[in-house]
């Protein structure tokens, strides 16, 4: 058997990072395995609620939290996806797609990823259409004709976005009534090219080579919309489908305790992969230093 | 030798930021093209990726789409 780490720490977005500091300043012998690092940090354009600045875009803050942890002298397992964790005995198995490891106790802080529609053509046409990042991939669609599908204000965001170079763009909610805010809600419908269907599920996603139109439908009525880009913005979800031991609530959140203690002595969680309420990035760093202060005092009694 | 490198970018786009902080801070010279002003250029990105997305790299003619550390690190030799 390899190595046995005392801490693993999952994901190196706000919550694992801050985790990760705390870790190297108690010397613990840990690892992090993370995809990227800065998580979903870097999507956002402007935060203007991260105490000690005033504002800060996504992208920067993400750099400091670089900067900070390669301060120390951490073990970063960049890349890498982790894909099982469970507890054996005593010991705590991770695996991912590059190998196993071992340790007495996890710290998941692996966030949330966008929540897909899971409909036909979803997967076939990631990319070739379909995005799930408006501001990255929006100007290929310049002059085309597009769908937003979503409701709040990440979607009207979209459709804020492709109002000034589409040629006509759909908004598809599901719901009754578009929940984002009433002064985006009113610049979408001021626009011309806007059409907003209500009330309106999408069946399927089709094409060849790429995206050519959406199957919708709106009371038991389908609707074929002949379209080249498909923006799905409908919220995000918790990344927590690697573990299976753990409490989740109903939205695949781990369930954590004010410690960050999941039901599984030695396994704790923190920030936006947990039921912790608010969704910020200052809430997840918070919660990443309680998680290894709670992950430490559990070392130090085992 | 340096070699000759192309990205494919978007003014707004944070994964574009971050492979360009990337290369400057490994002293990797390239040529940045933005897609968002130039329609052809982002026609031809289609084509030779089959995918509609940025950042791209082009490194002497192999292509990597997203921004994948590893994958570029692995293709540039650092």
Known sequence: MSDIYELIIIGAGPAGITASIYAARKKMNFIVITKDVGGQTVLSSGIENYTGYQFITGVELANKFREHIESFNILLKENETVTF?????????VETDKGKYYAKSVV??????????????????????ITYCATCDAPFFAGKDVAVIGGGNSALDAVLQLIK??????LIDIAPKLKADPIMVEKAKNSNIVEIYNNTKVEEIYGDKFVEGIKISRDNKIKELS????????????????????LKNKDKEIIVNCKCETNIPGIFAAGDVTNVPSKQIIVACGEGAKAVLSAFEYLSKI | MSKNIKIYTTPTCPYCYMLKSFLKEKNVVFEEIDVSSNPQKAK???????????????IEGKIIVGFNKELISKELGI
């Open chain 1, 85 to 93: 964790v469970k507890k054996d005995a005593d010991i705590i198995i």
């Open chain 1, 108 to 129: 998941v802080a692996s966030g949330r990823v966008p929540r897909k529609l899971n409909v036909k053509g979803e997967e076939e046409f990631k990319n070739r259409g």
């Open chain 1, 165 to 170: 170079i589409a040629n006509k763009v759909y």
């Open chain 1, 227 to 246: 379209i080249e880009g498909i923006f799905i913005e409908i919220g995000s979800i918790a990344a927590s489908d690697f573990i299976n031991d753990v």
């Open chain 2, 44 to 58: 031809e990105l289609v084509q030779k990726t089959g995918q509609m997305a940025v950042p791209v790299i082009d």
